[in-house]
């Protein structure tokens, strides 16, 4: 059988509570059929749509996640979200260091890191997102920033721990409405670059089990492309999945293909 291939999206500031709910009602409904030892399905809202979301999920049928989290469970962090809060909603996964949380919010690579380690340290699925901008692709340091940002992010981080991290390659100049999707020839090269470094800081057996995701425009015209290259185990999709049915049928062309 084929390695279980991820599915993921993330709404950022998209949907209201009912939105969320109704979206991730529908997506469960269209996608029950599909075996979980193909799949893993995850959903990553807004805060305020936590409580409501992780009491509609199916735990077997998906994840629910969190589109940040503060590093402290307590304390003078006016704004943030604690990871002691989270756990409260029932939420499965944080994502961390997501493009608009780095480039338009100013978080650095030491921020990340300290978010990673404390959503590991609770137990939650952690998806580090990384990914170079336009600029830094223009240097031809694409490979070295995402070494970097992957070095800097997960340090400190136990090779037991690796269990549930994930990574999410998404480059800044491919995500949103002015993105540009990479190629599934640059996007496999980033990945074999990713699954390196993470030997190289986790020995074979853990390097080798971390998921890589990658995100950036995906659409219906270049997901099963992507899907079937070496490196790359799910796709992480925004505004091409955010109406169940079209994620449902990007889903399902993948599956039929890859
Ligand atoms: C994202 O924001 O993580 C993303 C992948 O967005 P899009 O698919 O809309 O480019």
């Not at 969320?20 to 893993?40: A, G, K, P």
Request: glycine letters at 8%.
């Amino acid at each position: 059988m084929k390695k279980k291939f991820y599915f993921g999206t993330n709404t950022k500031m998209y949907k209201t509570i009912q939105n969320t709910v109704d979206f991730i009602l529908r997506l469960q409904e269209l996608t029950s059929d599909i075996s979980r030892d193909e799949i893993e399905l995850f959903v990553i809202p807004s805060f305020t749509t936590q409580k409501d979301a992780n009491q509609v999920k199916k735990p077997e049928l998906m994840k629910v996640g969190a589109q940040n989290m503060g590093w402290e469970e307590e304390g003078q962090f006016t704004g943030e979200i604690s990871p002691i809060m989270l756990q409260e909603c029932g939420t499965d996964l944080v994502m961390i260091g997501h493009s608009e949380r780095r480039h338009v919010l100013g978080e650095s690579d030491e921020e990340e890191n300290k978010k990673v380690l404390c959503a590991l340290n609770h137990d939650f699925t952690t998806l580090l997102c990384v990914g170079e901008t336009g600029e830094e692709k223009e240097y031809g340091i694409s490979e070295e920033v995402i070494r970097i940002q992957l070095k800097k992010g997960l340090y400190g981080v136990t090779r037991e721990q690796t269990e549930k991290l994930w990574i999410a390659y998404e480059p800044v100049w491919a995500i949103g409405v002015n993105g540009k999707p990479a190629s599934k020839e640059y996007a496999e090269e980033i990945h074999r670059v990713m699954r390196e470094t993470l030997i190289e800081l986790f020995g074979e057996t853990a390097g080798n089990r971390i998921p890589l995701l990658y995100g950036g425009s995906v659409n219906p015209g270049n997901a099963v492309g992507l899907s079937r290259m070496e490196h790359i185990d799910g796709l992480f999709i925004g505004r091409a999945a955010w109406d169940a049915d079209n994620f449902n049928e990007i889903i399902r062309s993948v599956l039929e293909k890859r």
